[in-house]
């Protein structure tokens, strides 16, 4: 069964202080995995789209990564504004072009002044 | 630039009524999606349309109907509501195959009393 965990589900920073969210998955061949980013109240907002293993794409502060088990977000030196939930999806090969995605239960972050 | 548009925000229903919540978006994507979200259970797929003129069933279906009436909208019905529909629902569109990643709508808060 395609499954998609997140860890920590609540993450509590300093302004300035970097740190990682993880993305574990399981999925029988990965056509592409996604992060977003949800703020309270609001439809999630889409960040990064991942295709294989060893690929990196950074937006400002953040830099998801990808191995063949796992994604990271990293969060570099974070402000306050960074504070939301973030999301993490996959979709699978055999999902061919339904465009369905798997998400998984979210991470929220909080970043402190 | 209004994306995915999503009516009404907010709704109260007593157990048994039925509505029906709307989903416009106007980028000329090809798919169209609902999910629901609850707190611990993240996003989960109710129902999809990967193309106008086609919907499929997805991971929590039982409950629920859908119409595709054009290329801009998609609906969900509730026929008789329950409790346990209570939650709050998105809609999401996408390019075919949905590698763009999806664009939500700020979705629809339903209380089911």
């Known amino acids: 069964e395609d499954q998609v965990t997140q860890s920590p589900e609540a993450l509590r920073l300093q302004e300035g202080e970097s740190s990682s969210l993880n993305c574990s998955y399981t999925?029988?061949?990965?056509?592409?995995l996604f992060w977003y980013r949800q703020d309270p109240g609001k439809g999630p907002e889409f960040l990064f789209t991942l295709y294989s293993a060893g690929e990196e794409k950074e937006k400002e502060r953040l830099k998801a990564t990808l191995t063949k088990k796992e994604s990271f977000l990293h969060i570099t030196a974070p402000k306050p504004e960074d504070s939301a939930t973030y999301l993490c999806?996959?979709?699978?090969?055999?999902?061919?072009?339904?465009?369905?995605?798997?998400f998984g239960q979210g991470t929220t972050l909080q970043v402190k002044p | 630039n209004a994306g995915v548009t999503q009516t009404p925000k907010f709704q109260v229903l007593k157990t048994g009524q039925s509505m029906t919540l709307q989903c416009a978006q106007d980028?000329?994507?090809?798919?169209m999606y609902w999910y629901r979200q609850d707190p611990g259970m993240g996003l989960r797929l109710i129902y999809y349309s990967a193309s106008e003129g086609t919907t499929d069933k997805g991971e929590v279906p039982n409950g629920y109907n859908v119409s595709r009436l054009n290329k801009r909208e998609f609906s969900l019905r509730l026929e008789s509501a329950a409790p346990s529909q209570t939650s709050v629902y998105f809609c999401?569109?996408?390019?075919?195959?949905?590698?763009?990643?999806?664009?939500f709508g700020s979705g629809t808060r339903l209380t089911v009393v």
């Open positions: 999401a569109s996408s390019a075919k195959g949905g590698n763009y990643g999806y664009t």
């Open positions: 999925v029988s061949g990965l056509r592409g």
């Open positions: 980028m000329n994507h090809n798919s």
């Open positions: 999806a996959v979709q699978a090969l055999g999902s061919g072009n339904t465009g369905k995605l798997i």
